[in-house]
């Protein structure tokens, strides 16, 4: 059929997340079609997985994992071993992924530092280890076909030393040709200086405070995401927390409501732990963590039918 130069060249060449969407694509299978095929094979993987692994969020690593491509590949009638091949090497863990101070790098809890870290030199991250976390609030709304609209964040902040006088984030989506949000201080701050790679899908950006912090003294800031509509379709969010918060709260507001949604944790490790959650009837759903971290907090879903 007509996708199969396109998959062909993909297992040559991958990347894995693009030659596993053209294999499903090739075969005419939804996730969940696609699901009960594994599960006939005696293989249970949940949707999400299969969303993240198509998505790049995340890969088979785990031997169980890696077991189940194996059937994955004959049920998508690629060769044996075709999309295997495309995962390189394990990703590394450990001591690699830490400061000389022993706390996780900036870029750390990312597939892949590099861009990170590269983008981040555009931008002042001094004060960032000085700063302990102690209450993160997430807001996202998500349209009805599936993109996401815009996040209202609101934190609180107490300052290790003297002299914090800002706050950076990294906001990265899975569509890198999508226009970079909007990047809005809603309260307690101005925005500094941005700094973008589009390739890569990364925006970092500085939220000022009003004036520099003394040791001991807590700030509040929000600010407010807005994309371009329809907004990147990522069918996930999560908050990467290299270093611990007291309190994390994400809540996810639908236009549409997905055929699923689940929560999941992720350490520094890459070892994850997911639930399946039910939404309100407002169309949200909401999670609480309480003194996380280091690692990554989030809630994925399908695509609106």
Not at 27 to 40: H, S, V
Not at 172 to 179: K, M, Q, S
Not at 201 to 207: H, I, K, N, Q
Request: overall charge negative.
């Amino acid at each position: 059929m007509g996708a199969e130069p396109d998959l062909r060249e993909l297992l040559d060449t991958g990347p894995f997340p693009a030659a596993l969407r053209a294999a499903i694509a090739a075969k005419g299978l939804g996730l969940e079609r696609l699901r009960e095929r594994l599960r006939g094979r005696g293989v249970t993987v949940s949707l999400a997985t299969l969303s993240y692994w198509q998505s790049g969020r995340s890969r088979p690593e785990r031997r169980e994992s890696l077991a189940a491509l194996r059937h994955l590949e004959a049920v998508l009638d690629v060769p044996d071993g075709a999309l295997a091949a495309l995962l390189g090497p394990p990703r590394r863990r450990g001591r690699w992924t830490h400061t000389p101070a022993g706390l996780p790098a900036i870029g750390a809890l990312w597939p892949d530092p590099s861009p990170v870290e590269d983008v981040l030199g555009q931008v002042d991250t001094t004060w960032d280890e000085r700063l302990t976390r102690l209450s993160q609030h997430d807001h996202v709304h998500v349209g009805a076909d599936g993109g996401e609209l815009s996040s209202v964040s609101r934190q609180v902040l107490r300052a290790d030393a003297d002299g914090p006088d800002r706050w950076v984030l990294i906001i990265h989506t899975d569509e890198p040709g999508h226009p970079p949000p909007l990047v809005r201080p809603l309260r307690n701050c101005v925005l500094g200086r941005v700094a973008e790679a589009p390739s890569d899908g990364l925006v970092v950006a500085e939220l000022l405070f009003d004036r520099p912090l003394a040791r001991g003294e807590t700030v509040i800031t929000e600010h407010e995401l807005v994309h371009t509509p329809p907004g990147p379709v990522d069918n996930c969010y999560e908050r990467k927390f290299r270093l611990p918060v007291r309190e994390y709260v994400l809540e996810v507001t639908f236009d549409r409501l997905p055929p699923f949604c689940e929560q999941y944790t992720r350490d520094d490790r890459g070892i994850e732990d997911s639930r399946p959650v039910a939404l309100d009837r407002g169309g949200s759903v909401h999670g609480v963590a309480l003194n996380f971290g280091p690692g990554s907090y989030g809630f994925r879903w399908g695509p609106p039918s």
